[in-house]
């Protein structure tokens, strides 16, 4: 019992520190706020800047303000607003933009929202301004820029997870403070780290046994489709198809795979590569086996190229997963049970799953490539966010988008 004492002490003890260095910094942007919030437009702040001109941002911290003439040559901004269940404070929060002393015709203001338990009807499938038009792709892509190469950088895995370990640490606080919270996430980051733990002690072994598995099955020459599982937490899974889990999709493409694919063709079943092990597909798919009568039919794996299965795989069935975009770039025929933005007919199979068994055909090489290029040049920025060159990068190639009037998406429509 001491041990277990002193263990809740320390983890508490880490978990106020934590708070308490958090609180520091909002007192520090609270004291800049003050500093600067008196300062009127067009008042000089120091006597070293040029005859006539108003500070915005300096080096010694003052609070910088141009003169209304220099604010005709301020950039076009866009303020982004990712809100998750707060409908209580979004129009607070809307009204607080709306207020800062910008010019309103040089800011365009972006809501991104989600609410937990809204209907999935089709107003909540597809959200993308791009066209759902293939002629569209077909003459805009031709005439994209030349892409430029995306520029590499290192972001170390251990690096993310303790960034990703440092950020949950306060919500062990949430079981006694606020025991009935209720995040996005199925499960609270003790339970997802546990698992991952568990998941990961088995993937070497998962592997050597998987590799032997996929590498039978390519030499066999045997037919097979493929079924890439995604998380049942993900916003695609969630908000954005008509299955609330992947035991749903499971079965259901297990039920249409018996009774309408060729008797010889095999049903690959692969799992996907951060799931949190909480979920025993292999057992559940085991089951299914036996009451559609598909024993010997179907494989799961839990790792394993998905690469060297799409090269030869018959078809690709997913929800909306980006290895379906993967699939149409191995020219592998697919078909998605939901709407993603790269369901475009030319691509992927139109009809029911029933039908695509027997009729898979290949994506138009011609139009994906088109796609592709557009999707990269309308919505896709090289950087990242887990170490300094990628956040430099990423600084460098969002910027000009921000500022700029019109999205790359928006010249072109």
Known sequence: MAIMAYLVLGIYTIALLYITIYCVMQFKLLYHYKKGADIPLGKKVTSTQQEGSMVLAGSDNTLIVSSEEEMEEWPFVTVQLPIYNEKYVAARLVDAVCAMDYPKEKMKIMLSTFQQGAPKDKTHQYYS??????????DVGKHVHQLVLPRPFNSHFSIRAAYDVIYHIPDLLNLILFPHYQGHAPVNACVEYIGYIRRFTLLNWWHNHDS???????TSKRSFYLLPLQLNGDAQIQFHSPF???????????ASFAHH??????????????????????????????DFGLKGRVI???????????????????????????????DCPTKTLSDPIYNLPGL????????????????????????????????????????RRGIEILVQNACPILEAEKSPLEQLL
């Open 129 to 138: 301004l791009l066209p759902r038009d293939p002629d569209w792709f077909r």
């Open 212 to 218: 032997e598995t996929i590498n039978d099955l390519l």
């Open 244 to 254: 609330d889990n992947m035991h749903e999709v499971i079965e259901f493409v297990m």
């Open 261 to 290: 694919a060729g008797k010889d063709a095999v049903l690959v079943i692969k799992n996907h590569p951060l799931d949190m092990g909480l979920e025993n597909y292999r057992k559940f798919i085991r089951q299914l086996e036996y």
């Open 300 to 330: 799961f794996l839990e790792s394993g190229s998905l690469t060297a299965l799409l090269e030869m795989a018959s078809g690709t069935v997913t929800v909306n997963s980006t290895a379906g975009g993967l699939a149409l770039e191995y």
């Open 348 to 387: 992927t199979f139109q009809g029911e799953l029933d039908m695509f068994w027997e009729n898979a055909e290949k994506p138009e090489q011609e139009l994906y490539q088109c796609y592709r290029n557009t999707v990269i040049h309308t919505t896709q920025i090289n950087g990242g966010l887990y170490c």
